[in-house]
Antibody, heavy 121, light 108 residues
Framework: QVQLVESGGGVVQPGKSLRLSCAASGFTFSTYGMHWVRQAPGKGLEWVAIIWYDGSIKYYADSVKGRFTISKDNSKNTLYLQMNSLRAEDTAVYYC??????????????WGQGTLVTVSS | EIVLTQSPGTLSLSPGERATLSCRASQSVSSSYLVWYQQKPGQAPRLLMYGASSRATGIPDRFSGSGSGTDFTLTISRLEPEDFAVYYCQHYGSSRWTFGQGTKVEIK
């Protein structure tokens, strides 16, 4: 069965960096695009970034562009999110999610359980 | 940039009642890319509907979706205790994914 397990969250000071990981299993990771989505405490969902199945294309939300980098290692079945110059407003639970493009449809069909990032001095 | 506005913010209903949730887009969007997710407290979101009206695998038929253009609706025909949750609509366009702010369906 498909499993996505995030790790790497924690408390970090403003301006510092953190790298999140998402370990994938139960499917052929190298053939799927992957997303990061975040949710600030008590708030709604915000899409963060996507990476194409082969890592060739990446898109970011304006709120993180230039500070965050998404990557994937298909040999390790792992998705990453490198977060630099962190701000208080980056505090959130970060979810990884699998991208599915089926016929004319696009959606996130599986999600991890999330990892909490707290940016605070 | 497309903005999705969900209404109402909170829906207070009793088990067995019908729930009607709205998702309105700031401009016409493709229904192929309109998706609904359900999120329960402390859990990750779960895919409910895609293509505005297609149920995801394992989703019971009391859930239905409809709409086109700028107005989309998620309907739960008869609320079960496990349906009380927050529901988000989502749209894909121009290499960006946008979520609505969510509708909370709570027990009255």
């Amino acid at each position: 069965q498909v499993q996505l397990v995030e790790s790497g969250g924690g408390v970090v000071q403003p301006g510092k960096s953190l790298r999140l990981s998402c370990a994938a299993s139960g499917f052929t990771f190298s053939t799927y695009g992957m997303h990061w989505v975040r949710q600030a405490p008590g708030k709604g969902l915000e899409w963060v970034a996507i990476i194409w199945y082969d890592g060739s294309i990446k898109y970011y939300a304006d709120s993180v562009k230039g500070r965050f980098t998404i990557s994937k290692d298909n040999s390790k079945n792992t998705l990453y999110l490198q977060m630099n110059s962190l701000r208080a407003e980056d505090t959130a639970v970060y979810y990884c999610a699998r991208d599915l493009w089926q016929e004319t449809y696009k959606f996130f069909d599986y999600w991890g359980q999330g990892t909490l990032v707290t940016v605070s001095s | 940039e497309i903005v999705l506005t969900q209404s109402p913010g909170t829906l207070s209903l009793s088990p067995g009642e019908r729930a009607t949730l709205s998702c309105r887009a700031s401009q016409s969007v493709s229904s192929s890319y309109l998706v609904w997710y359900q999120q329960k407290p402390g859990q990750a979101p779960r895919l409910l509907m895609y293509g505005a009206s297609s149920r995801a695998t394992g989703i019971p038929d009391r859930f239905s979706g409809s709409g086109s253009g700028t107005d989309f609706t998620l309907t739960i025909s008869r609320l079960e205790p496990e349906d009380f949750a927050v529901y988000y609509c989502q749209h894909y366009g121009s290499s960006r994914w946008t979520f609505g702010q969510g509708t909370k369906v709570e027990i009255k």
